[in-house]
């Protein structure tokens, strides 16, 4: 869907509403959906798809669209995996600015099964890095096994608001509920900020993403405990980077103050 400047958006709930509709069937994520692959042949064409395709792609999209990413250095020094949490503002860019960024390693990305359930793109999506959320009871243990696979060495990248908002400059609310991750394998976390700022030319914002971290489980507190403290530090840092938007593509307005922003 596209979006025209100054156009108003208006929402009920942070944390439910869905603000992006893509009239897309999802495909329900059983225990028959393949989350690792040991065919040889899947393999190379993987590769092929993400390290010679994808990575110039966003390469070419990263120079062109002009967008920042401040301190990426940081995730050089991790040899293993990690997890990164990021606020969801763009549907192309989201996906794949973390392939710019993560450098040579490459994040998988927690997502809705509408990534992987698209007639064609549906088949590359996994390949690319889409690791769509189970369904079943069946579904949860092999994707807890598939986690557990990939994040021995590479990165996976989780949007904790879920909800797509485009170009939404302030930090949703959003639960400790997904930091059981890093805190079941005791992995670092990463956290990527996407904000906006005014350019001298054109309505469309420049982007400047900042990369913070790493955050790690406080063992000497319960499992419980370890959660909320990541997604506090997260979503704290997160509040604090996105205060470095200065300019608002389209206008957020609650329902219940609507009648504040009526001309």
Not at 2 to 17: A, I, Q, R, T, W
Not at 113 to 134: D, E, I, K, Q
Not at 187 to 214: A, H, N, R, S
Request: glycine share 4%.
């Amino acid at each position: 869907m596209k979006h025209k400047y100054g156009e108003k958006v208006y929402y009920s709930n942070e944390l439910e509403d869905e603000i992006e509709n893509f009239n897309i069937k999802n495909k329900k994520i059983d225990g028959h959906y393949k989350y690792l692959h040991t065919n040889i042949f899947y393999k190379i064409f993987s590769f092929i798809m993400y390290y010679i395709i994808a990575k110039i792609v966003v390469w070419f999209y990263v120079k062109i669209k002009r967008i920042k990413i401040v301190n990426k250095k940081i995730l050089k020094k991790e040899k293993g995996g990690y997890f990164i949490y990021a606020n969801h503002t763009s549907q192309i860019m989201d996906g794949f600015h973390p392939t710019y960024t993560c450098g040579s390693k490459k994040p998988h990305i927690v997502c809705n099964s509408a990534n992987v359930s698209m007639r064609f793109l549906g088949h590359l999506t996994p390949m690319w890095g889409a690791l769509p959320l189970p369904d079943t009871i069946e579904a949860v243990k092999n994707f807890t096994h598939a986690m557990g696979k990939i994040i021995e060495k590479q990165p996976i990248l989780i949007y904790p608001e879920a909800h797509l908002w485009p170009y939404y400059t302030k930090i949703r609310p959003f639960s400790d509920k997904s930091f059981r991750y890093p805190v079941t394998y005791k992995k670092p976390v990463y956290c990527f900020t996407t904000t906006y700022q005014l350019k001298k030319e054109g309505k469309k914002p420049k982007v400047t993403i900042y990369v913070d971290g790493p955050f790690y489980p406080n063992e000497n507190l319960d499992k419980a405990e370890q959660r909320a403290e990541l997604r506090n530090q997260v979503y704290n840092t997160m509040v604090e980077r996105s205060k470095n938007s200065n300019y608002e593509y389209l206008k957020y307005i609650k329902k219940e103050n609507e009648g504040e922003h009526n001309d």
